[in-house]
């Protein structure tokens, strides 16, 4: 089966695929597809490039496994919490994850109060999520740069970009994630 066609679907539309014949070709299209967001999770979390690149295979598996067994409506979502429940099981089994918070709460207990705790975790879960309204080629290089610490000739090497188009691919998706976080902003209010 060619499944060329089938990438241009809406992903509830791949997930009524999956369902109705449990062919993880279609699991594997989402899962490409998301592959950048995940990635970024595990950044965020593990802080460690091989570390996020284990763990993004890691929650491959895991949604391999899991998937059959629930219903889900919202893959992405479902998904990024699959990915950051990994890296939090991930950390607390290595006693980083008390360790660090413990450490920043006993260092600024004025700053580290819940609110400002909630706060972060949100901001980070809408930027990982507006990462994903960038077309692929900002994605790439916005994580290569930001995430990963690549220079602009290590992206352009990496991608076959020039550096121009490197340099303009970053700086039209900050200008394109910062105003997706305003009016996300704007939508709160």
Same mark, same amino acid.
């Given at each position: 089966?060619?499944?060329?066609?089938?990438? %241009?679907?809406? =992903? #509830?539309?791949?997930?009524?695929?999956?369902?109705? %014949?449990?062919?993880?070709?279609?699991? !594997?299209?989402?899962?490409?597809?998301?592959?950048?967001?995940?990635?970024?999770?595990?950044?965020?979390?593990? $802080?460690? *490039?091989?570390?996020?690149? =284990?763990?993004?295979?890691?929650?491959?598996?895991?949604?391999?496994?899991?998937?059959?067994?629930?219903?889900?409506?919202?893959? #992405?979502?479902?998904?990024?919490?699959?990915? $950051?429940?990994?890296?939090?099981? $991930?950390?607390? !089994?290595? !006693?980083?994850?008390?360790?660090?918070?413990?450490? #920043?709460?006993?260092?600024?207990?004025?700053?580290? %109060?819940?609110?400002?705790?909630?706060?972060?975790?949100?901001?980070?879960?809408?930027?990982?999520?507006?990462?994903?309204?960038?077309?692929? *080629?900002?994605?790439?290089?916005?994580?290569?740069?930001?995430?990963?610490? #690549?220079?602009?000739?290590?992206?352009?090497?990496?991608?076959?970009?020039?550096?121009?188009?490197? $340099?303009?691919?970053?700086?039209? !998706?900050?200008?394109?994630?910062?105003?997706?976080?305003?009016?996300?902003? %704007?939508?709160?209010?």
């Amino acid at each position: 089966m060619n499944s060329r066609p089938y990438h %241009d679907k809406e =992903d #509830k539309e791949l997930l009524e695929l999956y369902y109705a %014949d449990k062919n993880n070709e279609w699991l !594997g299209i989402l899962l490409q597809r998301y592959t950048i967001l995940l990635y970024g999770v595990c950044m965020k979390y593990l $802080k460690n *490039e091989e570390e996020a690149k =284990d763990g993004v295979q890691q929650v491959f598996l895991k949604v391999l496994n899991e998937l059959p067994r629930y219903k889900v409506e919202y893959f #992405k979502s479902w998904l990024y919490m699959v990915a $950051k429940n990994h890296c939090l099981m $991930k950390l607390r !089994g290595k !006693g980083t994850y008390t360790s660090e918070l413990n450490e #920043k709460v006993l260092a600024e207990p004025e700053v580290m %109060d819940f609110m400002t705790v909630a706060e972060k975790e949100k901001n980070l879960d809408q930027m990982a999520a507006a990462l994903l309204t960038l077309n692929i *080629e900002q994605q790439q290089c916005i994580s290569m740069f930001y995430l990963e610490k #690549k220079s602009y000739n290590q992206i352009a090497g990496l991608t076959g970009f020039t550096v121009m188009q490197v $340099k303009s691919y970053i700086q039209n !998706g900050k200008r394109n994630l910062k105003l997706h976080m305003e009016r996300l902003q %704007d939508n709160e209010r």
